[in-house]
């Protein structure tokens, strides 16, 4: 089992940046890859950034340019930079963690305003 807890999101404005924070603990030494996804009001659950052991990271198509992912094993802990955000970007940010099995933290809610 493995537990995440996601930080640093809230309001910030557009053009905008924030830094979001996804801390593991359980079994983490069965983690194999760490993402982010997010939701927004009305839509489904949407692939925000990924990054496999060993791999380069991949991102969807609205955090490409934009958005950093990485992640510091040490501290068991993965990162979002958001730089640029834009309205549409409001959503709640999720993140998730995989190796022997899939696993989604609670979710923390970014706002970004006009």
């Known amino acids: 089992q493995v537990q995440l807890v996601e930080s640093g999101g809230g309001p910030v404005q557009a053009g905008g940046s924030l830094r979001l924070s996804c801390a593991a603990s359980?079994?983490?030494?069965?983690?194999?890859?760490m993402g982010w996804g997010r939701q927004a009001p009305g839509k489904q659950r949407e692939f925000v950034a990924q990054?496999?052991?060993?791999?380069?990271?991949t991102y969807g198509a609205s955090a490409k340019g934009r958005f950093t992912i990485s992640r510091d094993i040490a501290k068991n802990t993965v990162y979002l930079q958001m730089a640029s955000l834009k309205p549409e970007d409001t959503a709640v940010y999720y993140c998730?963690?995989?190796?022997?099995?899939?696993?989604w933290g609670q979710g923390t809610q970014v706002t970004v305003s006009p």
């Open positions: 990054l496999c052991n060993g791999r380069e990271p």
């Open positions: 998730n963690a995989g190796g022997h099995g899939l696993f």
């Open positions: 359980g079994s983490v030494d069965s983690i194999r890859v």
